[in-house]
């Protein structure tokens, strides 16, 4: 028998319209491409996301068009998240931090019809603009009086162009499984791979994330969210905010330790959300200044792992608590998060400081489990590590244009992550697959001895990778930057290390060098690493 309940499909569009109405007047603020800071309601992006919509009819563009983005966190990026789906459109967020190759890839792949791009973007595109001849039009995020003198083929100012737009719109109505929006995979080896999103997974997502042990947002929340737009979708808040009715303040371009504060001081938000290489940069800054951060209570950090000594200092300097996360781009992303709990309160502080460094409980919707190479199930005893995979109703089933994957498994979604869950639940993030160093037989995790030694106060970053070895077929070696000034030696390093690690996980070498290679999505990329000091130790 079938329940006797309405079936209203789940559309981005029906987060919008519920913000306008419930929370019109919360306010959004950003730091925008011209330097200044813009100020409005929810209730005025949704009449723009509405111009939006109507500009996209003008333009002929159908239910499941490509429409891409090419943007920083700004209320324009917001807006078009709304306009550009809630029409039917796919929205493509391009990372711009990807190669031109990689770039002209994924716009070419995508078969996008339209960019809007910010200002500092346009001579990315500029330089790859004869590679891409299947995109139609350049909409430019900027006022008429900003327009760049740009040698790009049909650009248009987009202040001009919503101008000349009605704020009246019907929102369509259609199938909430159809294709919302779309981000590539930014992986260390091959193309990048098209992850599709449903309106149905990004509204599932947005809901289940909200809660109180989750991301904790409610109507009284003001979040600064640092963690991109144009990377898998800002971990959904853009949806999120729509909820709830939390205050959203956007940074623009300026990721950098002293703008975070400024925009920090200034709107005072509770809530912050990046990846740990900008909370390092926002930490430095605070030491140099000698000031706190006053109104922040949570920071969730996910992305890469959030070292202990990023935890520590959170807490102990600003009394902000640290909520670890961890997804990926094909799981929307939001997987796990390690929200504060009445047993975390019990526990010691260091003993809570061990626990929160894990990555965290699965959100309701996400089922893991852990199994070895012949995909037999291992225990959730915190103990056994191994590959992780996933199943839920926002996670990928498939790649855009079916691209071929070996990450599809009987229903679940191999994470290419190695892990240990607890008995609680509780997961821990032991390296990516391809990271894990195999020394004689045994596993040595790269993420752990990395987020030991960073710990050590003049070193700013740590990068450990498998080296091959005669005798032990692989072994450790540490590269790491250390804080300008320091005269740390080699044997420092170990010496720090001595008493934090198990005799055999000692790196047989430790390196100091001036920069480490950053994946797309500000992730150690070690591919080129491990090539580099191939031979170090043959
Ligand atoms: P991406 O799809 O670019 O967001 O990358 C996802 C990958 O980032 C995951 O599969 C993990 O390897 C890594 N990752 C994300 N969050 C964390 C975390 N909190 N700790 C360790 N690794 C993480």
């Known amino acids: 028998m079938l329940g006797l309940m309405m079936d209203s499909p789940l559309l981005v569009s029906t987060l919008l319209e519920h913000a306008e109405s419930t929370h019109g007047s919360t306010e959004i603020v950003s730091r925008r491409c011209e330097g200044d800071i813009h100020r409005y309601t929810m209730k005025d992006a949704a009449g723009r996301a509405r111009r939006i919509a109507n500009l996209l009819a003008r333009y002929d563009i159908q239910q499941g068009d490509r429409v891409a983005t090419l943007a920083w966190n700004n209320y324009r990026h917001f807006e078009l998240y709304y306009g550009i789906s809630g029409t039917g459109a796919v929205l493509h967020t391009i990372n711009p931090r990807l190669f031109a190759e990689q770039l002209v890839y994924i716009i ?6 339209l960019v809007f791009v910010d200002l500092t973007f346009v001579p990315l595109l500029e330089a790859i603009q004869g590679q891409i001849s299947g995109v139609e039009k350049f909409i430019i995020l900027c006022d008429e009086d900003k327009m ?86 800002a971990w959904g808040t853009p949806y999120s905010a729509a909820i709830t009715g939390a205050k959203q303040v956007f940074p623009g371009p300026g990721m950098d330790g002293a703008s975070l504060w400024e925009l920090i001081e200034a709107e005072k938000p509770d809530l912050l959300l990046g990846v740990p290489t900008v909370w390092l940069m926002l930490l430095n800054h605070m030491d140099s200044i000698g000031k706190k951060l006053d109104s922040v209570e949570n920071v969730i950090v996910g992305g890469s792992a959030a070292p202990i000594s990023m935890i520590r200092a959170f807490q102990e300097k600003h009394d902000a608590f640290l909520i670890h996360a961890w997804g990926m781009t094909e799981m929307s992303p939001v997987g796990t998060l390690n929200s504060h709990n009445k047993h975390m309160e019990a526990l010691p502080l260091e003993e809570r400081y061990q626990l929160q460094a894990k990555q965290g409980r699965p959100v309701y919707g996400v089922e893991m489990k852990i199994v070895d190479d012949n995909l037999q199930p291992l225990p959730r005893d915190g103990v056994a590590s191994g590959r992780l995979l996933v199943r839920g109703p926002w996670i990928v089933n498939g790649y855009y244009k079916n691209e071929a994957s070996d990450s599809f498994i009987d229903g679940w979604f191999d994470t290419g992550d190695v892990a240990t869950i607890d008995e609680h639940n509780y997961l821990t993030i032991v390296d990516r697959s391809k990271d894990v160093i195999k020394s004689g037989g045994e596993w040595i995790s790269s993420i752990d001895m990395e987020n030991i030694a960073v710990g050590h106060p003049e070193l700013t970053e740590c990068c450990v990778i498998g080296v091959p070895h005669p005798k032990w077929d692989e072994r450790p070696v540490l590269l790491a930057i250390k804080q300008p000034g320091s005269s740390l030696s080699e044997d420092d390093v170990k010496a720090y290390l001595d008493d934090k690690i198990v005799k055999w996980w000692m790196p047989d070498k430790v390196l100091f060098v001036e920069e480490l290679p950053h994946t797309a999505t500000g992730k150690l990329h070690k591919v080129p690493l491990r090539e580099q000091y191939h031979d170090l130790l043959m």
């Open 108 to 113: 070419n792949h995508a078969e996008d019809r």
């Open 148 to 233: 760049p003198d740009t040698s790009l083929a049909n650009a248009h100012c987009y202040e001009t162009l919503l101008a000349a737009e009605s704020d009246q719109f019907q929102w369509p109505e259609f199938d909430e499984r159809s294709a919302c929006s779309m981000c590539y995979t930014s992986g260390t080896t091959g193309n990048p791979k098209g992850v599709l999103y449903s309106h149905r997974s990004t509204v599932l997502h947005a809901l289940a994330s909200v809660g109180e042990e989750v991301m904790g947002m409610a109507s009284s929340t003001c979040f600064l969210p640092v963690v991109p737009m144009f990377h898998v979708n």
